[in-house]
């Protein structure tokens, strides 16, 4: 059996003090999708932004965290994305002035000068085709890679425009932060073809939602609850239904 791609243990985060994570262990294989639900304030976006580096949060001395087989917490936040970490975020920051083209040709040139990993596209003029390509596939006009990044896009279409970026830049693993959120059912058949395709090509994918809905077009190999910084039940998809039956708070812990 393959060795986690991810994997943390005993992590403990802190913020202004104030403790947000507290002993989660965790663990990711290639090719896995593993689902990451929670009541609002249990941790799940906060785990997001320690694992892509966030300056702001303090990493407990004793805490562990690899990827790639390799320590993840002396690595930098730009480190990380260029070794293979991506994350769709819940709320995509607007950056006025960048043109969605300029944001990700460096993105790929980083990242694929980085793994010394040829290039698939040759000049700025295959680029420019593949992301129209993509812009399609995941439902925007390809007009869209003129504009400014997320300047004047709805919800749905800064959702779309990660997932956009996840088929470029073809990263190892993948954290998807309430994706299905202002999306509608067909938009929810599209994230599911999406993480199938990048899932056939090794990506590992936290998948973090509130609500079964995206789980049955999504096949999740497991689902962790977290609660109060840490997880509090593991199992299969069946989780989600009884969430959706019971709520959090009438959930028992499984662990």
């Given at each position: 059996?393959?060795?986690?791609?991810?994997?943390?243990?005993?992590?403990?985060?802190?913020?202004?003090?104030?403790?947000?994570?507290?002993?989660?262990?965790?663990?990711?294989?290639?090719?896995?999708?593993?689902?990451?639900?929670?009541?609002?304030?249990?941790?799940?976006?906060?785990?997001?932004?320690?694992?892509?580096?966030?300056?702001?949060?303090?990493?407990?001395?004793?805490?562990?965290?690899?990827?790639?087989?390799?320590n993840m917490l002396a690595m930098d936040a730009s480190e990380r994305a260029k070794n293979g970490l991506f994350v769709a975020w819940q709320n995509p920051v607007t950056i006025p002035g960048v043109s969605l083209f300029n944001m990700?040709?460096?993105?790929?040139?980083?990242?694929?000068?980085?793994?010394?990993?040829?290039?698939?596209?040759?000049?700025?003029?295959?680029?420019?085709?593949?992301?129209?390509?993509?812009?399609?596939?995941?439902?925007?006009?390809?007009?869209?890679?003129?504009?400014?990044?997320?300047?004047?896009?709805?919800?749905?279409?800064?959702?779309?425009?990660?997932?956009?970026?996840?088929?470029?830049?073809?990263?190892?693993?993948?954290?998807?932060?309430?994706?299905?959120?202002?999306?509608?059912?067909?938009?929810?058949?599209?994230?599911?073809?999406?993480?199938?395709?990048?899932?056939?090509?090794?990506?590992?994918?936290?998948?973090?939602?509130?609500?079964?809905?995206?789980?049955?077009?999504?096949?999740?190999?497991?689902?962790?609850?977290?609660?109060?910084?840490?997880?509090?039940?593991?199992?299969?998809?069946?989780?989600?239904?009884?969430?959706?039956?019971?709520?959090?708070?009438?959930?028992?812990?499984?662990?």
């Open positions: 059996m393959n060795n986690p791609i991810l994997i943390t243990q005993k992590l403990r985060v802190s913020v202004a003090e104030k403790s947000i994570i507290n002993g989660l262990d965790f663990e990711i294989y290639p090719g896995e999708v593993v689902a990451l639900m929670g009541p609002n304030g249990s941790g799940k976006s906060s785990f997001a932004l320690c694992l892509m580096g966030d300056s702001r949060y303090e990493i407990d001395a004793n805490s562990k965290a690899e990827f790639l087989g390799k990700c040709r460096a993105s790929y040139d980083a990242i694929f000068t980085f793994q010394k990993k040829n290039k698939e596209y040759k000049s700025l003029v295959e680029l420019k085709k593949k992301l129209e390509t993509l812009s399609e596939l995941v439902g925007l006009s390809k007009s869209i890679i003129s504009r400014n990044v997320n300047e004047g896009f709805s919800g749905g279409e800064k959702k779309r425009l990660e997932l956009m970026q996840l088929l470029l830049l073809k990263p190892k693993v993948a954290i998807l932060d309430e994706i299905d959120s202002g999306l509608d059912v067909d938009g929810l058949k599209m994230v599911a073809k999406i993480i199938k395709q990048v899932q056939r090509e090794g990506a590992a994918i936290i998948l973090i939602t509130h609500y079964k809905k995206l789980l049955e077009y999504v096949e999740v190999n497991t689902v962790c609850v977290m609660k109060e910084g840490k997880i509090d039940r593991v199992g299969g998809v069946e989780i989600s239904e009884e969430i959706e039956e019971k709520g959090y708070g009438k959930l028992s812990a499984g662990i």
